[in-house]
């Protein structure tokens, strides 16, 4: 830890700092509670993502017979992604993306070759595509915002516990310093006007006893 320098400068440099300092805590602080909050709310989300997950996949039994078939076979490597689509949004200064939608490439098939499922087996692959990028989406909302609040977490550590009480400890310490010294100071002026007023006492008895001896 650097000396610090036992001067008003200093002194006012570190109130400057205290002010700043404790100006700035509550902000940081108020960054982390939004921040916990909105974790809090996307894990829901999540959780609830996984379940409707799960139902869907359960919808999807019936299919899992015509799942080995030829005909089934075919369609997965139709199903290609064209674009994914997401917004963004700022929560307590972090952008997060927020899922919109999935566009699929547009799908050439002979309706008269296929049987008459293929068009909802093909729905039912683009649907779990979805379900699986917004699943992502949301895994990776909790992730920039657990990274932001371990971030403003050390940053709040940072002000508590070590820049607002150093900065109140050196304030202590330079006053009682400043005070220290400002005490010497009119001790030495006592000093000093005492032998002053002493000298200018003993000239006139000088001069009188210099008459005397005349």
């Known amino acids: 830890m650097a000396k610090i320098k036992l001067t008003k400068t200093e002194l006012k440099r570190q109130r400057d700092d205290l002010k700043r300092f404790t100006r700035f805590l509550p902000t940081l602080q108020l960054k982390k509670q939004q ?98 990028v917004r699943g992502r989406v949301l895994q990776l909302q909790m992730s920039l915002l657990r990274e932001e609040l371990r971030t403003t977490t050390q940053r709040v550590n940072l002000f508590e516990k070590v820049k607002i009480p150093a900065a109140k400890e050196n304030i202590r310490t330079i006053r009682i310093y400043l005070g220290d010294q400002e005490t010497a100071a009119v001790g030495r002026a006592k000093i000093a006007k005492s032998k002053l007023t002493g000298t200018a006492d003993e000239t006139p008895s000088a001069q009188k006893m210099e008459a005397v001896e005349q």
């Open 35 to 132: 921040l916990q909050m909105e974790i809090l709310r996307v894990s829901e989300e999540f959780n609830q993502h996984l379940r409707e997950e799960e139902e869907y996949n359960q919808k999807l039994e019936p299919w899992i017979h015509l799942m080995s078939s030829e005909e089934f076979q075919m369609i997965p490597p139709l199903v290609e992604v064209e674009s994914i689509a997401t917004e963004t949004r700022n929560i307590a200064g972090v952008d997060i993306p927020v899922f919109d939608h999935v566009r699929f490439k547009e799908v050439q098939y002979d309706l008269f070759s296929t049987p008459a499922w293929f068009d909802e087996g093909l729905l039912a692959v683009q649907k779990r595509i979805m379900l699986q």
